[in-house]
């Protein structure tokens, strides 16, 4: 069954470095899509992309955030200069293009530590 | 006012029992409606989605009340393996091809032997 993977599963970094999330979607899914969670909260939306671009963005996503799709696969979330309110769960998404009710498929997150 | 308000639960309940989920949200435009289901520190995963005529899948029954903005989620004769976060999502935007995904912050259930 094809399934979403991220790496790493968990990450470690001191607050203010950069860190790179990397998110391999399943192969044709056309939309692409970010949360987090952090422990003990809700999952909560950063970003969505489709034709290579940025479709949507919440408040969280601000100017510490990009994505790029750099080549046919992967799908990266980096964050500039790392907060310790970062510290969460990063769950990558993708979809494939359909109806209304067309399934988004997470991976298995990558923790994020900042320390 | 919260986008997805959820039971704040937890629900601690007996192997066999029938557990109800309810579930409000305030975008009255949201177009789509899920059940997600989350083990703990695991990814969530779709459990199922919510048709405005109600629909069921096996033991699972869920609702969706346009009028009143309400969703619930039932589940019959409970199994250990139930135990887990469910999380009532709904999508904004319109059609197949935008939207995102607008998470509540879940109930957790606990199935007991």
């Known amino acids: 069954e094809p399934e979403v993977t991220q790496t790493p599963s968990h990450q470690v970094t001191q607050m203010g470095q950069e860190v790179i999330l990397r998110c391999v979607p399943i192969?044709?899914?056309?939309?692409f899509y970010w949360y987090r969670q952090i422990l003990g909260q809700k999952v909560e939306f950063l970003v969505s992309?489709?034709?290579?671009?940025?479709?949507?963005k919440s408040e969280i996503f601000d100017d510490q955030f990009s994505v790029e799709r750099p080549d046919g696969s992967n799908f990266t979330l980096k964050i500039r200069s790392t907060k310790l309110e970062d510290s969460a769960m990063y769950f990558c998404?993708?979809?494939?293009?359909?109806?209304?009710?067309?399934?988004?498929?997470f991976g298995q997150g990558t923790r994020l530590t900042v320390v | 006012r919260k986008e997805v308000e959820q039971d704040p639960g937890p629900f601690n309940v007996p192997e066999g029992a029938t557990v109800a989920f309810n579930c409000t949200y305030s975008n009255s435009a949201s177009q789509s409606f899920f059940w997600y289901r989350q083990d703990c520190r695991k990814e969530p995963k779709l459990l199922m989605s919510v048709y405005s005529s109600g629909n069921e899948d096996g033991r699972f029954t869920a609702q969706l009340n346009r009028a009143s903005q309400y969703i619930s989620l039932l589940i019959r004769d409970s199994k250990l393996s139930d135990s887990a976060t469910y999380l009532c999502v709904v999508k904004t935007g319109y059609g197949g091809s935008q939207g995102n995904l607008i998470f509540g912050k879940g109930t957790k259930l606990s199935v007991k032997p």
């Open positions: 998404a993708s979809r494939r293009q359909g109806d209304w009710n067309t399934e988004a498929f």
């Open positions: 192969s044709n899914h056309l939309y």
């Open positions: 992309f489709y034709n290579n671009e940025i479709s949507e």
